[in-house]
């Protein structure tokens, strides 16, 4: 290893790079103090870039820690944060389920541990693209969930997650996620922000005594998570879990205006981000990378047009229903796109029901039609946006609902089968 | 060896206080107590799912006086070395303090280290990560009602061996030497100073030191409270429970066990199982059978020891 210096200077510059190494960067650029990391396609290249900044001394007093599962991981990471240190680590699919069991003590903890979700399928059988079953499975962790959808927004959504995990009035673990190998390896131009700037954006580091909840401090012993009677606290320490996830919300927002103040980048209103609403008949919600070349299909449409616009869905926990609430009250009819399921459900889309749930007993907001769509990675080309979009307009117009409905669900580019 | 005086002498100080709620001669209880005269006040304990994790009190009481987490029951290994890296980097960004002399101890017990432990253990012990483990040993999970771990030994019932366990126990601490950490140490809870100098010389170690602890358990074992240190103690004078230390990966015969090289020296292990419970099921053919074992088992330590001595 080389010896680290005191003041690796990171100058803003534009690299072209995959999406994994955006976030190995933006864990560089947040001076994260301990990393303990396990291999996983597609998210294996994040780790791989970090290994070679702390290797080549970028990284200086940062401690790497090559665990044997990712279990391990996340409670080694856990370890870390409690002891008052800013902490990552990346995996996805099956590395996410080995860890499920530890997440919960990351939330029930209150730590700031920021994860990042290059999301793929679940086996069997195996399969390695993108799909965001994966996070989404761990809706009820107690974990913020953020979706990127750019490669920009990978290092953007993971600076901004930390000083939104941070806040006193938050300290909850979040995951930034992406499509597997349609972000984490494909490569775009992303700019690397200038360290000051970086370090005036982010809270300071930890200071010796860490965190103001929870600490490993011989001066001031005290000890974590004991057994606890059901007549004690256990309920109302859950009550505050889910009162700090619905408060984050407003930190969020403040956290994409200060975001866009400093970098210059607008990220909506940082739970949401509407695109071309304004007069549209129809909408879409969704969310990751397909809302990037969906964006790409309403300004084709648009041009022909057709009054369609969209919104990204960037963060699922917490879940931002005043914002839904408001969009379905513009136009009568949203689509929603989900590249995840949850089987046996209202809509066997997760993102779908929620959507649903929070329009429930609201009067005057739009109808929902649920959609599934790209499955484990399965190709959505902007044509097929571009069918979605005009078939909601067709929806709108003749109550005519498209063929091959799933109990009230599109699932959308299914092969035939036979 | 430590006298009995300076060791009391140096540790009048209590870490885990009393009020805690362990059985009445509960071994781990013992063994927690003289870790922690050994180590000191700048130690951090993750304690994995296990008796131990519940004895320290019901929220809000708590028994030990120093950094303490509980922690899920796999996860004591990775988790303690969390901690080390963090107290690592933390006397990078505030050098001179204390970080820097922070003993990372993991508390667990056999299930833990033997069972669903196992993984995470032997992670920690090839990255060689800077941590003291310790297995506190009751020979089974008692926590959630005495069930079989592999670390119960041939022949003792549980409520999931109800006719005897058939299997015999795992050898951990050997399984622990071969991933070549730098110190591994048994203990009995009969033998305070002898554990307390084990501590000690852990802490003085860098790397992985695993420390593996008889620890007795009344209701578990079908023994009375106040026999709870004669009963280990009978383990190590039948030369059932071997007090030893691998150093770098040469063996150490600890004081109470060297000299039951000699055979004639072991009192007949039927002295150890007879007086506990949960061996009432053992035959007399099986006896004699785990006498045999015992017996094979201290030749090969005789030819270990003669093998290192020529090696010199
Ligand atoms: C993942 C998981 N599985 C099972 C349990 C239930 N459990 C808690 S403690 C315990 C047994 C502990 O045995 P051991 O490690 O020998 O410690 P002891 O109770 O004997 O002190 C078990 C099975 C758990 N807490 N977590
Ligand atoms: S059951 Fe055994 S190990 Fe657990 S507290 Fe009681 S004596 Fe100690
Ligand atoms: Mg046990």
Sequence with gaps: MVEATNDFVQEKETIVIKGNVSAAYAAKSARVQVISAYPITPQTTVVEKLSEFVDNGLMPGTQYIKVESEHSVMASIIAASKAGTRTFTATAGQGLFYMFEMLHWASGSRLPIVTTIASRGAAPPWNIWADFTDVISCRDTGWMTAFCATHQEIYDEILMSYKICEDSDVLLPKFVAYGGFILSHTSKPVIIEDQDLVDSFLPPLPDEKGWPHIWFDPERPLMFGNLIMPSGFYYEFRMKIHDAMVRAKEKIKRVAKDFEKIFGRNYGNGLTQEYKMDGADVGMVIYGDLALQMEQAVDDLREEGYKVGMIKLRHLRPFPVEDIIEIAKKVPLLGVVDRATAFGSPTGGPVSCEVKTALHEVKGTARILPMINGLGGREVTLEQQKVQLKMLIKLNETGELPKDMLYGTLWDGLLEVK | ?312
């Excluded at chain 2, 009048?12 to 050994?38: D, Q, T, V, Y």
């Excluded at chain 2, 004591?76 to 070395?81: D, I, L, P, Q, V």
């Excluded at chain 2, 009432?280 to 005789?302: G, H, M, N, P, T």
């Design chain 2, 1 to 312: 060896m430590v006298k009995l005086k300076e060791a009391l002498e140096s540790c009048l100080e209590e870490f885990f206080l009393p009020g805690n709620s362990c059985c009445a001669g509960c071994g781990l209880e013992i063994a927690l107590r003289w870790a922690m005269k050994a180590l000191g006040p700048n130690t951090a304990l993750v304690s994995p799912a296990s008796c131990l994790n519940v004895v320290v009190g019901l929220w809000p009481k708590t028994a030990p006086n120093f950094p303490f987490t509980n922690m899920a029951f796999a996860a004591a290994a990775a988790a303690a070395t969390g901690m080390s890296a963090a107290f690592k980097t933390k006397d990078y960004r505030f050098p001179g303090k204390v970080w820097g002399e922070m003993t990372t101890l993991v508390f667990a017990g056999d299930g833990g280290t033997t069972d669903i432990g196992i993984q995470g253990l032997s992670g920690a012990a090839e990255r060689n990560s800077d941590f003291i483990y310790c297995c506190y040993d009751n020979e089974a999970y008692m926590n959630t009602g005495i069930q079989r771990s592999s670390s119960t030994p041939h022949g003792a019932i549980t409520t999931t061996t109800t006719l005897g366990k058939e299997r015999y126990k795992k050898n951990l601490p050997r399984i622990m030497a071969a991933h070549e950490i730098p110190y591994v140490a048994t203990c009995s809870v009969s033998e305070p100073l002898d554990l307390y100098e084990k501590f000690k010389k852990a802490k003085s170690i860098e790397g992985c030191k695993y420390i593996h602890i008889l620890a007795s358990c009344p209701p578990g074992w079908g023994i009375a409270s106040e026999d709870s240190i004669e009963i280990p103690r009978l383990a190590v004078k039948t030369g059932s429970w071997i007090l030893y230390e691998i150093e770098n990966g040469e063996l150490t015969l600890s004081k109470k066990s060297k000299p039951l090289l000699d055979p004639t020296k072991r009192a007949p292990l039927i002295e150890y199982l007879s007086r506990q419970k949960r061996f009432s099921k053992i035959s007399e053919k099986v006896l004699i059978e785990l006498q045999e074992r015992l017996d094979l088992q201290w030749s090969k330590i005789a030819d270990e020891l003669s093998c290192q001595e020529n090696h010199h």
